[in-house]
Every structure is written in C-alpha cells, then in structure tokens.
DNA sequence: ACATTGACCTGGGAGC
DNA sequence: TGCTCCCAGGTCAATG
C-alpha cells in the first residue's frame, strides 16, 4: 500500500495527536507481524513521551523518551487516531493509548507491517543503515541517480524502487514518475543519458510533492490517520489506467509486468 | 557485486 | 452460493 507520500501523510496525521503525550497502556492483539513485536513492549513504553516523529523512507520513527518506535507500514498497515473508545475490529494488532485518552492504532490486514523497538540511533538499525538518499532533499540529484546506474543492467523501474538506490518510490510512483520523465520503464537503467538522469530525478521529486499535498494515492484501502482517503488517485497519469488514453497523446497506455509488478506506460510518449 | 525468484499474509474480484 | 485462481501499495532472504 504505503509509498513515501502515504507514510509521510500518516506522520503527519498522527503528529498533532501523539507529540509531547505519554503512554500509559500499549495492547499488543497479534504481535506476528513481518518480524513479531518483542513481548515486553508495553512494559518498555510505560510513561514514555513521545518527543519527535520522522520519517525514513517509508519507516515511521516515533522518539521516545528511551528509544525509538520503527514501524512501517507494509502493504497493508494503517495508523488511526482513535477518540472515543471505538471497539477493536479485525486485524487491529496494537494500540498505543495516550493519558489524554485518545489511542494509536495499529491495523495490518496483511501483516507485512513491522513495529520495533531500538535504543540505538534508527538509522544505525539494521533494516535501515543501509538505505539510500532520501528523493526530496538535495543529495538525490541527477549526478547522484547517473552515477548510480553505472553498470546497472536491470530496469530503470527497478532501479528508482531499490530503496538502496533511493526510498520511498514505490511501484505506483516509479510509473508516475517514468511517464513524466518520458522514459520507458523497460530502458535499461545503465542506458539512461544524464540528461534523463536530470528530468527522472526531477519527475520523482514532483509526482512525490504533489502525491503528499494530495494526502496520498488510496487505491482501496489506504486512509489517513483521520480516516479520509487520499485524493491523488484521481491525479493519476497512467497508473491502474490500462488501455485508457494517453492524457498527453491519445494512445492507450499499456500495462505489462516487470520483475513480478504491473507496470504502466504510454509507448508514443515514453522513449 | 549483481540479478532473479520465492516467501511472507489476507481479502477482494473474476470466472465457472 | 461456493469454489478456484489471480491480484494487490513492500522488501527480505536465498540462490545462481
């Protein structure tokens, strides 16, 4: 589900509610999540405060006073601020709830999501040391990108969804961005001229910061943290839009698969 | 080092 | 209605 702008658009949904707040009961439902939640977690969280909450990639940090709360989202996990004590529904897995009485909620159908306590710097963690640039700020340019593909003989698709090139571009996105670039996914990345380094790297970075004024892309099940969709399905250009005309041109655009994902371009366009 | 594939899960929709 | 099959926004681990 969750690409950098949903994430980002949850963090900042959940912000206004949980910063400067204490913890005074966590309930784990289901701790097997993609990794399981450790079992003293709500013995760790008791009366901790939640200072600060960033992002990397698609992780959500939570500082506490103590450590840090890694969670990420999966492909299916959706954070909620409940108010009033809404009854748990299926899927429900874990809860942070708050002394001013409103709750964190987390619900994962899939349960491909991940919550995990550090003490250690996050970015020192294993599962994000090793990440790449992050594609809105200034050291994700076109140098950068050209000189990542060097030798890479993979898709150019692939390669802006390898989150240890750059994060947060997930399979929505990396077409979105592809078609504003006027680049055929199935380029080899290695074949790509720094010229195209400089409009995908700029392609990126608009689709990114137009998804995360729009509040996300909600497919079907996606929601901010205040339970509306996302707007930016309808901004669409050529994603989940197979055999429809090209808005630029008026050719269909075609949908294939690459390395297992649905793929979508316009043939005229993109070259 | 690089590239490919399977695996982890549940739910929804299409087709019969 | 019910069964089977395919698909889904991610990404790690194993394999060649």
Redesign the pocket.
């Known amino acids: 589900?969750?690409?950098l702008p949903?994430v980002e658009t949850t963090r900042r949904g959940i912000a206004p509610h949980v910063l400067n707040q204490t913890i005074k009961k966590v309930i784990v439902r289901n701790p097997?999540l993609?990794w399981p939640i450790t079992n003293n977690l709500a013995v760790i969280l008791h009366k901790q405060k939640i200072k600060k909450i960033t992002r990397r990639?698609?992780y959500l940090l939570l500082h506490c006073d103590k450590g840090f709360l890694i969670i990420?989202l999966?492909?299916s996990g959706k954070l909620s601020i409940v108010e009033n004590k809404l009854m748990a529904r299926?899927?429900d897995h874990c809860e942070l709830i708050f002394s001013h009485g409103k709750i964190l909620r987390f619900n994962d159908?899939?349960?491909?999501g991940a919550i995990l306590w550090t003490e250690a710097h996050p970015h020192q963690h294993p599962?994000l040391k090793n990440l790449g640039v992050e594609p809105l700020l200034k050291n994700f340019h076109k140098n950068y990108l050209y000189q990542q593909i060097q030798?890479?003989?993979?898709t150019i698709k692939?390669l802006i969804?390898d989150?240890k090139i750059v994060v947060g571009v997930?399979?929505?996105y990396a077409s979105e961005a592809l078609f504003l670039a006027k680049i055929l996914p199935t380029r080899a990345a290695q074949t790509l001229s720094l010229q195209e380094c400089d409009r995908l790297v700029a392609a990126i970075k608009k689709v990114l910061t137009r998804a995360i004024k729009a509040g996300?892309?909600?497919?079907?099940?996606?929601l901010q943290a205040n339970g509306k969709p996302?707007y930016f399905s309808q901004k669409l250009l050529v994603y989940q839009r197979e055999a429809t005309p090209c808005l630029d041109c008026g050719n269909p655009i075609q949908n294939i698969k690459l390395?297992?994902?649905?793929t979508y371009y316009c043939f005229s366009c993109q070259k």
Do not use: S, W, Y
């Open positions: 589900m969750p690409e949903e097997r993609r990639g698609k990420h999966g492909m299926k899927h159908p899939r349960r491909f599962l030798n890479k003989n993979v692939q969804m989150g997930g399979n929505i996300g892309t909600t497919l079907k099940d996606f996302g390395a297992q994902r649905a």
